[in-house]
């Protein structure tokens, strides 16, 4: 008896959805497309996946509409025992608690496939119930697009803020932070690999920022389809397992005592611990077949001559932050610049690694926190023993721009603010 | 023949540095779809690298918005709003009147949607470099039967910034038009109404006088901003919703026959609360208007809800 549950391989046969996969991109290309397109034509180009859920809402709705469009278009109709079928469907649910019930459904249907959709800000929110359950599920194979807004709605704000992000780091998925189209098209394409591998079945949540990247239009470059199939085909096993269930068969949602509930989550634990190594593995493949670096837990900037003076930031506003700092170090000043992509589960002992030379740190925080940032506490956590001051800094709440005044002025305080202080800063000014 | 700021401008994309594009006007200006537009032309010519992003709120339509655009010869690192553009554009003459669509531009090229000739309007606006004009609600009306400047803005773009051929600005407009799956008469339409535009631009090189500067806007601080939000930021009168509301539209309530039945479907139905009504005898209430000069962004549904039609959407500007 399978320990995971009965497997019908003559009920799945994913040879014939395989076939009649219809190709996006025979060659590659390079396509001038926003982020949320990025993420639409990745998810297209994937055979694996034949049913998108989702539920709109801004900035997410883009991804949905995209999808929707080329589906509708006719654009995947193949023709099956005569009659003229859509090798693809999109599945809109009545909001988006449902969504996530119908991703674990479909999910734990058929493993071997990937189940996707989008959302953002209250939209993940209302999805908590079944996120939180998912994380745990084993099911891998869901991807849950999160683009970045502002989680209160007091006042409503629709611009990227990655406080919904940070509100569902504890719901126990693989969260990647993109910046730029080609990471978002190259992550989308590479998560699913390292959510799927038995040694991981953890369920991934790509994400980038509403507005400043999911509405943000950049050349980049697609690939053929036929590459990513072999790409993720190398890489995901033909029949996946499902994890932790106890008597054998499948179900979800099972109840147990405490004696049970606290070994799950050790399982779950153990399997977490292994999602760098399976990460690292990967990016390794997706360079060897794309010629691009694949996913890494953090960019490191200007960090070779071991700087003393050290920013840490999030998001496309690093790209500013790039910008400043090179001219900065242009200027004689040695500054460092470490931007965080991998949030779930967290880099903590390479970014300690990265940064043990350096004197202060600032990390630069979009999201509120009610102490010193989010990312400030990890980043603290990460380095704490070491001999360096970190400072934080609150900017960009809400989606708002970032100027270079403000990068200058956050450099400047650097070396003025005491351990532990953080601050917000706007158009150049402290506030 | 170019001028002497637009020859400066493609030496210095030439020479590594980036060219800022920054677009003011209102939602449904079409703004953003000819960012999107040009941003593909330029970018798929293969020279340069663009990066094109809108900024707009929750809004409706009529509103002001803001889009992006930055060119350069290598990678773009930069991702923060642009402040001091070296091209600005005005897609609608009412934004201009309410913003300063040229702040942080001293010496310039300006893209303007307006029936004026280049010259006057860089007298209207205070504007001073190369600037340009067209008359894209006309066209807009000529080709495309709605006054919408979106396509004639584009000519007029590429006669400001010509960093790719006519050819590949209509390839970009036919490309997204596909993507849009408009029907191919409109589409067909929109590469008329371009063609036809690029005839109708017109240019003026204006020194301007030096009072004519433009500087930024400054940060004044978030204090006095209200706890909470949505009581506290409606008492401040910041945020008026009514400036999402169509330009040159405004509410009504006639009820001179008082028919009012006091049934209160327009009271619940209003998202800004702002139907004015005073108690009544018989009917529970009576409705008397509603209070349109800060909060009616002209959602029409109190002409929705109200079965005696007592409701109507009218030409005329606010009071």
């Not at chain 2, 009917?283 to 409701?311: M, Q, S, W, Y």
């Amino acid at each position: 008896m399978n320990p995971y549950g009965s497997i019908f391989p003559e009920v799945l046969d994913l040879e014939p959805l395989r076939k009649k996969h219809i190709p996006l991109y025979r060659r590659q290309e390079r396509i001038q497309m926003d982020g949320n397109g990025a993420a639409a034509i990745a998810s297209l180009q994937f055979w694996r996946a034949p049913i998108y859920a989702g539920f709109p809402i801004t900035p997410s709705t883009k991804w949905l509409e995209m999808i929707s469009t080329y589906i509708n278009a006719g654009r995947f109709v193949v023709e099956e025992n005569g009659r003229k079928v859509s090798a693809k469907r999109v599945k809109l649910l009545e909001a988006e608690h449902a969504v996530a019930d119908y991703l674990v459904g479909a999910a734990a249907a058929c493993r071997e496939l990937i189940f996707m959709t989008a959302t953002s800000s209250v939209g993940l929110d209302h999805m908590t119930e079944t996120t939180r359950s998912l994380g745990a599920s084993g099911l891998g194979n869901v991807v849950l697009i999160n683009v970045y807004r502002a989680t209160a709605n007091y006042p409503l704000c629709i611009e990227g803020d990655p406080s919904d992000a940070f509100a569902h780091r504890d719901d126990g998925w693989i969260q990647v932070v993109c910046r730029g189209k080609q990471q978002i098209y190259d992550t989308l394409i590479q998560l699913p690999v390292v959510g799927m591998d038995p040694r991981v079945l953890i369920p991934t949540m790509p994400g980038y920022y509403g507005i400043k990247d999911s509405h943000r239009s950049e050349p980049f470059f697609v690939e053929p389809d036929s590459k990513i199939h072999e790409f993720q085909d190398s890489l995901i096993p033909w029949r996946c397992p499902l994890p932790g269930l106890i008597v054998g068969e499948t179900a979800m949602g099972n109840c147990v005592t405490s004696a049970h509930f606290q070994g799950f989550k050790w399982e779950q634990k153990k399997r977490m611990d292994q999602v760098l190594s399976v990460l690292t593995a990967s990016s390794k493949k997706f360079e060897e077949v794309f010629g691009r670096p694949g996913i890494v837990p953090f960019e490191a900037y200007f960090m070779e001559d071991r700087p003393p003076r050290v920013l840490v930031a999030m998001g496309p506003d690093a790209g500013t932050a790039y910008e400043v700092i090179r001219r900065r170090r242009k200027e004689g000043e040695r500054l460092g610049l470490v931007v965080v992509r991998l949030l779930t589960p967290f880099p903590s002992s390479l970014l300690r690694e990265a940064l043990k030379s350096a004197g202060v740190i600032g990390v630069v925080n979009n999201a509120f926190h009610s102490e010193r940032g989010h990312l400030t506490a990890l980043v603290s956590e990460a380095v704490s023993g070491l001999p360096i001051q970190t400072t934080g800094f609150f900017a960009g709440l809400g989606g708002a721009d970032i100027s270079v005044r403000s990068w200058e002025k956050m450099i400047d305080l650097l070396s003025v603010l005491k351990p532990g202080e953080s601050r917000f800063v706007h158009e150049g000014e402290v506030l | 023949m170019m001028a002497s700021l637009q020859k400066e401008l493609v030496a210095q994309l030439k020479k590594g540095e980036a060219l800022d594009l920054r677009a003011d006007g209102k939602a449904g200006s079409g703004l953003v779809m000819t960012l999107q537009v040009f941003a593909e032309a330029v970018s798929l010519e293969g020279t340069y690298q663009v990066q094109e992003w809108p900024f707009f709120s929750s809004a409706r339509k009529g509103a002001n918005v803001r889009g992006f655009m930055r060119v350069g010869k290598g990678p773009l690192f930069m991702t923060c709003q642009v402040e001091s553009p070296h091209v600005a554009l005005l897609f609608t003459e009412k934004t201009g009147e309410e913003i300063d669509f040229a702040s942080g531009v001293s010496k310039g090229i300006f893209v303007l949607n307006t029936a004026y000739h280049a010259i006057e309007a860089a007298q209207k606006f205070r504007l001073r470099g190369e600037v340009f004009t067209v008359s894209g609600d006309r066209l807009g009306q000529e080709y495309l039967h709605h006054p919408i400047p979106n396509i004639s803005v584009l000519a007029a773009l590429h006669k400001a910034l010509p960093l790719v051929s006519v050819q590949q600005v209509v390839q970009a407009l036919k490309h997204n038009g596909e993507k849009r799956r408009l029907p191919l008469k409109a589409i067909q339409a929109n590469q008329d109404c371009l063609l036809a535009s690029l005839k109708e631009v017109s240019s003026a090189v204006v020194q301007g006088e030096e009072a004519w500067e433009h500087p930024l806007p400054s940060f004044a601080g978030y204090e006095g901003y209200p706890i909470g939000a949505q009581s506290a930021l409606r008492s401040s009168l910041q945020n008026l919703t009514a400036n999402y509301a169509r330009t040159g539209r405004r509410l009504v309530f006639q009820d001179p026959q008082d028919r009012c039945t006091g049934c209160s479907l327009c009271i619940v139905n209003c998202p800004e609360g702002i139907i004015q009504f005073v108690p009544d005898e018989k009917r529970g209430i009576r409705v008397t208007g509603a209070d349109v000069n800060h909060f009616c962004k002209l959602c029409r549904e109190c002409i929705e809800a109200c079965p005696l039609d007592l409701f109507e959407e009218v030409e005329g500007a606010l009071v």
